[in-house]
């Protein structure tokens, strides 16, 4: 099973579980619940962590050796075939180091949030919350929940677009030393 395929099934799974656990006031629903949240953020993490994010750092190494090439070659008179290829390989390029970082930023918000339902879950084992601010505090992971699902699908599509950047980078390269014939100017 693939990487986006797990995720997503195990999105499904929470969102469905959520759905109803939050209709209920009852404990074992609020438990429920957020063992769905901790089981979703967890596959999220372990999602994202199979990617490897020094794809984003060669990308960047990349743009800036190869930013004299581009320049010059957006400066000449380019069929539109090929310059829709040179500047969506430019943009991925350019993009790489800032993909690379999102990445990073969100699993470690996915980190923190795997502790603080963790701790969450535990509060709830030992009775130490009153039930409506369990509920306020599952609304709000709820959300959150949502939020992070299409940031993460965004991670995994960013990446993907990566990988083929940087699979294609030898026509990338040929693409660049083309030169076209000169012509004399009057």
Do not use: K
């Not at 099973?1 to 999105?11: E, G, I, V």
């Not at 084992?125 to 509920?135: E, K, S, Y």
């Amino acid at each position: 099973m693939n990487r986006s395929t797990l995720f997503l099934a195990l999105a499904a799974l929470t969102f469905g579980v959520l759905a109803t656990g939050c209709q209920r006031t009852t404990a074992p629903q609020h438990v429920t619940t957020l063992d769905s949240l901790l089981t979703s953020t967890n596959g999220a993490l372990l999602t994202l962590r199979e990617l490897d994010p020094s794809r984003y750092d060669l990308l960047d190494s990349a743009y800036h050796a190869l930013l004299p090439s581009f320049l010059e070659r957006l400066e000449d008179t380019l069929r539109p075939d090929e310059a829709d290829q040179l500047v969506d390989r430019f943009l991925v390029f350019r993009s790489a180091e800032r993909m690379g970082e999102d990445q990073r930023m969100l699993e470690e918000r996915l980190a923190i949030r795997y502790a603080r339902l963790d701790t969450l879950r535990g509060d709830l084992a030992i009775g130490a919350l009153p039930d409506g601010q369990v509920r306020e505090a599952i609304r709000t992971e709820l959300g959150l929940a949502r939020f992070e699902h299409e940031q993460v699908l965004s991670v995994i599509q960013n990446y993907r677009t990566a990988q083929q950047a940087w699979d294609m980078r030898d026509s990338l390269t040929a693409l660049l030393s083309e030169t076209r014939p000169t012509t004399a100017r009057p």
